[in-house]
């Protein structure tokens, strides 16, 4: 067993009087997919902004690699890749331009073989690369964000309703990079609604309902976690 | 790193349309604000040459025409100027408020000079587009327009937050986004200056003090947006709140600070002076000789043995009654001279509370433009008008035989000098 790269501990996170996160607990080691599926204001995007520095928990620790990241910040800029829900790239810049961009602002240094190659692992049409981004669909700039995320070459990635936007071809190609990430040792967080998808690829599944972990599901040594079961525990939790 | 940061920062800004629309028009209007202060000196440099030209020929016309020394005295203008510095096309100041050029005579001096009153100038400074205004008024509204929203736009986008979390520093987004722009800015603001400032000769030190103030001052100005705009509020609300700070320091508090002043501080006009003057110089005229000669040898002592009249016009009681005019203007006019000053000097405090006027100040000062420059022109005009009593009246009053040539020993005037 390795040591968890990704761990809450007794996370609790409010913004005023009100409470967003209640004692939330969970790990993800190197190699593992963990979703966190929840309804709308179920605290799945806090629970990736605690972990991103961006909000403070009143109570617990979030621990990337062993280290809390309200105490080394600078351990979320070194080893995490991020892609918000809806992102919006710059666009004035087109895709190449972007990524460009995005990638020195992290310090990186790319080769245009490797933009390209991964333009094309996100199945962004090449005719579209150098289009500014302000005329692409939803979809694209999702897919140009995604390709950044995998060019940062980062262990950990959070990901916040990464499939929001994508066609279904898309969200399977999307799936595939996913696991494949994985088998290259990434330990992935991502928030999400979307239950098929999330047994698809993640190792486990967290519910979480008012701010609280109700439930975890464990895909079993040679198979997905069982969508059914999860699409219950979630729907009898919103009746 | 910090390189690669920067080259990235500024090629991303640059390809901004807004940012790139914004830096051009900086750049128009700091051109034209060089170009209308550089034709505007260039048009007070003319009208100087030409004054000298047309000044020295009607002396010597009178000199010609006349056979007495009152009467070369009477008749004779003489030019005075303040002329324009190296520095004057950058900051024209109150040169058009104060007079910078006379054409004064042998009569009582103070009367010509205070034809027209002046209040605070640099206080109503709304006026001529110089460099100095665009730097000082303007270019704060360009920083407010580039900088007010930096984080806004980016949270409204919804970038923010990647934002921060990709930057490898904290260092290497907003400060050098930010101080980018500035950069920029200041780039194209200072260039037609110091084209303009090398087109007019001006003294390096000089050219590096301006440059030196206006970073300074823009870097302010930058601060506070800079400040503003990492609050959690819509660009709109941002940049209404800069807008009206800019308005409260740039105008408000000036015209205010400018009626407290002309309240607080009660003093002759300079019409007061010349009708004192006038009324001195008419009213002798009806007066008994020894009244005016025992006035003017208060004064003169060295004449006092010359003050008999053997006709009834004679030029010396004409000019000793001018002589009193000033003596008894002089009062009002030291006490103007002193209202003056302790205006600048209480203008001065409220600039402190308005940095546009601050600015304006220190360019117009260093440009020699200011009222502190008007008043020094003026003890010019007063010096020399002295050299031309001192040259008149052993003429007057001993009445020596007229020769022509005496009057190559008349002063003449000697405009300031500056430094190249």
Redesign the interface.
């Given at each position: 067993m390795t040591d968890p790269v990704i761990s809450a501990d007794a996370l609790h996170v409010s913004v005023g009087n009100k409470t967003i996160l209640k004692n939330v607990s969970f790990t993800a080691r190197r190699g593992e997919v963990l979703a966190l599926l929840g309804g709308n204001g179920a605290g799945k995007s806090t629970t990736i902004?605690t972990f991103?520095?961006?909000m403070t928990p009143s109570a617990g620790t979030a621990n990337l690699l062993g280290q809390n990241v309200q105490l080394q910040p600078d351990i979320?800029?070194?080893k995490?890749a991020?892609l918000?829900?809806?992102?919006?790239?710059?666009g004035?810049?087109n895709a190449v331009?972007n990524i460009r961009?995005?990638l020195?602002?992290?310090?990186k240094e790319k080769t245009d073989d490797d933009i390209a190659l991964a333009l094309k692992k996100v199945a962004l049409q090449p005719h579209a690369w150098q289009t500014r981004l302000q005329s692409y669909s939803k979809g694209m700039r999702q897919k140009t964000a995604i390709a950044l995320a995998l060019l940062r070459d980062a262990p950990i990635l959070f990901l916040d309703e990464p499939t929001s936007g994508l066609d279904p071809v898309a969200i399977d190609e999307f799936n595939g990079l996913i696991s494949q990430l994985a088998s290259q040792g990434a330990t992935i967080l991502m928030v999400t609604h979307d239950i098929y998808g999330a047994c698809h690829v993640a190792n486990r599944i967290g519910l979480l309902r008012h701010g609280e972990l109700v439930g975890m599901f464990d895909a079993p040594q040679d198979g997905n976690i069982d969508a059914e079961v999860v699409h219950q525990a979630f729907t009898q939790g919103l009746k | 790193?910090i390189w690669?940061?920067i080259w990235?920062e500024g090629y991303?800004l640059l390809?901004?349309?807004s940012v790139l629309l914004l830096l051009l028009s900086a750049l128009g209007l700091s051109v034209f604000s060089v170009w209308t202060g550089s034709q505007e000196v260039a048009a007070q440099q003319a009208t100087i040459a030409r004054l000298l030209e047309a000044d020295a020929l009607d002396r010597a016309d009178v000199l010609q025409q006349q056979n007495d020394y009152g009467g070369v005295a009477y008749y004779s203008f003489h030019l005075t100027y303040a002329p324009p510095s190296p520095l004057a096309f950058a900051a024209l100041g109150a040169r058009d408020v104060y007079p910078w050029k006379h054409r004064i005579r042998m009569l009582a001096l103070e009367g010509q000079i205070y034809e027209s009153d002046t209040g605070n100038p640099e206080l109503a400074q709304a006026g001529r587009i110089d460099f100095a205004f665009v730097i000082s008024v303007l270019a704060p509204v360009f920083i407010i327009l580039l900088l007010h929203d930096l984080r806004a736009s980016e949270r409204a986008?919804?970038?923010d937050?990647?934002?921060?979390?990709?930057?490898?520093?904290r260092r290497?987004?907003w400060p050098l986004r930010a101080g980018i722009i500035v950069a920029l800015l200041s780039g194209v603001l200072l260039l037609p200056f110091w084209f303009g400032a090398f087109a007019h000769s001006v003294p390096c030190w000089q050219v590096a003090t301006v440059t030196l103030v206006c970073i300074c001052y823009m870097a302010l100005i930058a601060l506070l947006c800079y400040w503003v705009s990492g609050w959690l509020y819509p660009a709109p609300v941002l940049a209404s709140m800069l807008l009206g700070i800019w308005l409260l320091t740039t105008y408000i508090i000036p015209a205010l600070g400018n009626e407290a002043i002309e309240h607080s501080i009660d003093g002759p006009l300079g019409g007061d002076i010349l009708m004192v003057q006038r009324e001195a110089v008419n009213g002798a005229w009806e007066l008994p000789y020894s009244h005016t000669m025992d006035e003017f040898v208060k004064t003169h002592p060295k004449w006092a043995d010359y003050t008999e009249m053997s006709a009834l016009f004679e030029w010396k009681w004409y000019f000793a009654f001018h002589q009193v005019g000033d003596q008894v203007a002089a009062p009002l006019s030291k006490r103007y001279r002193e209202v003056g000053k302790k205006k600048y000097q209480m203008a001065g405090v409220v600039a402190w509370l308005s940095p546009a006027t601050l600015l304006q100040r220190t360019l117009t000062r260093l440009a020699q433009t200011d009222a502190i420059a008007a008043r020094e022109y003026e003890q010019q005009v007063r010096d020399f008008h002295e050299q031309l009593r001192h040259f008149y009246y052993p003429l007057l009053f001993t009445s020596p035989p007229f020769h022509r040539d005496v009057f190559k020993a008349r002063p003449t005037f000697e405009p300031i000098e500056y430094t190249k």
């Open positions: 902004k991103l520095g961006l979320v800029r070194q995490v991020y918000p829900e809806s992102v919006m790239l710059y004035h810049l331009e961009y995005f020195s602002l992290a310090g | 790193m690669r940061d990235r991303f390809r901004k349309k986008a919804g970038r937050d990647l934002l921060n979390v990709t930057a490898h520093s290497a987004l």
